[in-house]
């Protein structure tokens, strides 16, 4: 439902003085009285049967449900919770604006990107003062040459309620650009192509493709990946030469497995094009010479369940990154003519228990592998010629670092990304030679950030079958853990994606105002290794759940946080995470931001019409077996919403969402509200325009962060004048986080 776990290359304490220290916070926070509430939407009932193999299911909601997106019974409703949830939080407008407007204000707006070289010309992407979209462009030979905008989406978004461009690749001679772009966040964009000698657009478009396109080396053919219209799933790579219809494009590849993922790519070294299949537990690669505009793919090796495999070309020989009798993969090399046997395969780089090899970025004369261990991320730069091996060191308690825009092949220099909750994200180049370091580019925060100010932790929190948890904490310098701060706790915890600590400008806005930030890297990512993962899904998929909440009662123990003082936000997956502990848990939270949260697991599981539903069996089962239906059964959120005391909730969601469906969040909320006791608020936000990613555009999508900070902070009874400054007060016995990065230095 919401992102594929492997393709071509996929978010806060008061001061002691206002801690309300010793006080029942629930009975404080700001509330419209009730002879001025607004009165909330009631979701009509409608019975409809939800038929399966193991039984009928009656769903009183299911006509939310409109495929059409049109039917006027279904926005009337909509928009009655959009204006129950404007109305319900209008005393708290001001804050929203205020700190949408200190958010803004860290923001360097006139910013770049780290230019990349890639056949003779520098690119970048960059912003201007107070403008919404990117503007990708690039320099001939040096970065003191002339700009040359290639697209600019401030002309092409204007007067657009949504707008994005998705892949942007100049042709190899320069040329030509192929561009797509999305005008609904259904991701569903639109191929469009560009003389970049005349400036003009070539005739031809083509629609109902997924974002990524690959040049041929004639600079003519381009392939890309045809959707289905119905499911969503891109299903189909074809060819298309330029100046042609593309109602005639060849079909190079059809995919007839629904549980696989499509994606296209080129080698680093240009010798190669790529088709990469993926599913939850299996891939499988096709290669094809790049100077052949018949584009003939071979398989490097055929697809197999439980085998998963990336590969990358140096000289005669693949690089193949393998779990093959490797659980958390290692690295082998194989003659490109005998690859598909692995008799052919001479082991590389050794499997190890205690770190995950993740990727592997092949140059000339050396390869860096993204790998991971004790739940955090390293990279280790390999020698070809021989072997020898160094890990590269960084020296912050929790941080993000990975390899970056690499896409030169000739080279002696390697790009990396590093970040942490304190260290804005930091572009280097290292040379491969003498190991150097030159940082290239650091994000500017505006609005008087200083690192000093904060601290980082990386803790274990023991869950409740002994499994160590790992969970990084940032908050102002000073904090006295004595059990009164308020706790802001985010998880995500499915496909094997990593959440790795970095730097967030916005998550200043509640640690400045003494909120605790945690990360949780609970089972169901890949922090620990690969059996971190296998241990979060499928049938074991609520130890996902328990790792969050154990997560949050050790911090409560720890002192971190006051019991009553803990909100939670996820997405997607984590939106998930969100329903489940508000069923499971709900007194631990005092509030829960929900945004476009997959809830109705088993429903959407059993209909196959639904965008990307078969390519998740094997991340959540399928219901179809009875072992998988009941225990989908058991957690999912829409299912297990009872008649308890549920935290404040705020749920967004998007009508275009093509991830997670927008009747989902809607069903849920309307049955929370028939259902639920208590008081707490239950808020719906509903975006008219945009799908899974939320509103296009920097700082509209702030609007959003704004719009869940303000509804956090107004449920703790922390009022948005109340800010960190350089007096903030506190233990100065606190230990402060290391700060040696710049003396050593993923995600």
């Excluded at 040459?145 to 697209?151: C, F, G, I, T, W």
Aim: hydrophobic share 35%; net charge negative.
């Amino acid at each position: 439902m919401l992102a594929p776990r492997i393709l071509i290359s996929s978010a806060l304490m008061l001061v002691a003085g206002c801690a309300h220290q010793g006080t029942d916070m629930k009975s404080e926070a700001p509330a419209i009285a009730a002879s001025t509430q607004p009165s909330a939407p009631v979701a009509r009932i409608v019975p409809y049967t939800v038929a399966s193999p193991q039984g009928d299911r009656v769903d009183p909601y299911y006509w939310l449900r409109d495929d059409t997106r049109s039917k006027p019974e279904v926005l009337d409703y909509l928009k009655a919770e959009n204006d129950y949830t404007t109305a319900m939080l209008a005393h708290a407008q001001g804050a929203k604006d205020a700190l949408f407007k200190e958010i803004v204000g860290r923001i360097q707006q006139d910013d770049s990107s780290v230019p990349y070289l890639k056949q003779g010309w520098w690119l970048y992407t960059r912003f201007e003062q107070g403008k919404e979209y990117p503007i990708h462009a690039r320099k001939r030979g040096s970065l003191e040459a002339p700009e040359e905008v290639l697209l600019d989406g401030n002309v092409l978004g204007a007067g657009k309620g949504f707008y994005q461009i998705g892949a942007w690749q100049p042709s190899p001679d320069g040329q030509q650009l192929v561009y797509a772009e999305d005008t609904s966040g259904r991701r569903q964009f639109v191929l469009r192509f560009k003389n970049l000698q005349t400036g003009q657009l070539w005739p031809e478009t083509i629609a109902n493709v997924e974002a990524m396109t690959v040049w041929a080396n004639d600079n003519r053919t381009v392939l890309y990946i045809e959707k289905n219209p119905q499911t969503l799933l891109g299903f189909r790579v074809r060819k298309h030469v330029l100046g042609t219809d593309p109602a005639a494009d060849p079909v190079v590849h059809e995919e007839k497995d629904s549980t696989f993922y499509l994606g296209i790519g080129k080698s680093r070294s240009d010798r190669f094009l790529w088709i990469g299949l993926s599913s939850t537990v299996s891939t499988e690669w096709r290669y094809a010479d790049a100077n052949d505009p018949s584009l003939s793919f071979k398989t490097v090796l055929p697809r197999e369940r439980d085998h998963e495999y990336q590969v990358q070309d140096h000289g005669d020989e693949f690089y193949i990154l393998t779990n093959w009798n490797a659980r958390n993969f290692r690295i082998m090399r194989a003659p490109i003519a005998g690859a598909g046997d692995r008799a052919n395969w001479v082991e590389w780089v050794a499997h190890r228990d205690d770190a995950l090899l993740q990727s592997m970025t092949v140059l000339r004369d050396h390869v860096a592998i993204n790998e991971r261990s004790g739940g955090l991320p390293k990279i280790r730069v390999k020698t070809i010629a021989d072997g020898h091996s160094e890990l590269l060191g960084f020296d912050e308690p929790a941080y993000s670092a990975f390899t970056g825009a690499n896409p030169e092949y000739d080279t002696a220099t390697l790009r990396i990304v590093y970040t942490s909750p304190q260290t804005p994200a930091s572009t280097y180049d290292i040379d491969l030679a003498s190991g150097q370091r030159t940082l290239l580019k650091r994000e500017t925060v505006l609005g008087g950030f200083d690192r000093a100010n904060y601290v980082t932790e990386f803790r274990f929190a023991t869950a409740r079958d002994g499994a160590q948890v790992p969970v990084t904490l940032l908050y102002r310098k000073g904090l006295r853990r004595d059990g009164t701060a308020a706790l802001y706790q985010y998880g995500y915890g499915s496909y094997g994606a990593s959440m790795s600590p970095g730097f967030s400008d916005k998550i200043l806005s509640l640690v400045d105002r003494g909120v605790v930030y945690a990360l949780a890297h609970i089972r169901g990512g890949e922090e620990m290794g690969r059996h971190w993962y296998e241990s979060g899904r499928q049938l074991q998929k609520k130890n996902t759940f328990t790792d969050f909440i154990d997560v949050t009662d050790f911090l409560v123990r720890e002192g971190y946080a006051a019991k009553d003082r803990v909100v939670a936000q996820g997405g997607s997956a984590g939106g998930l995470l969100m329903g489940a502990i508000a069923n499971m848990a709900p007194d631990r939270y005092r509030a829960i931001v929900a945004d476009v949260p997959f809830v109705d697991v088993v429903t959407t599981m059993l209909d196959e019409s639904i965008p990307l539903t078969t390519n998740e069996f094997d991340e959540w089962g399928n219901p179809k077996q009875k072992v998988f239906y009941d225990y989908m059964l058991s957690y999912s959120p829409y299912d297990n919403v009872t008649a308890q005391d549920y935290p404040a909730m705020l749920v967004t969601t998007g009508l275009y969402d093509s991830q997670v469906q927008y009747f989902e969040p809607a069903k849920w909320v309307a049955k929370l509200r028939a259902t639920k006791t208590g008081t707490s608020p239950l808020l719906l936000k509903t975006n008219m325009e945009a799908g899974h990613g939320g509103k296009s555009g920097r700082f509209r999508r702030l609007e959003e962060v704004a719009l869940a900070y303000a509804f956090f902070l107004d449920q703790l009874g922390i009022p948005v004048e109340t800010a960190a400054s350089d007096g903030f007060e506190g233990n100065a016995d606190e230990p402060a986080a290391a700060d040696g990065f710049e003396a050593k230095h993923a995600h």
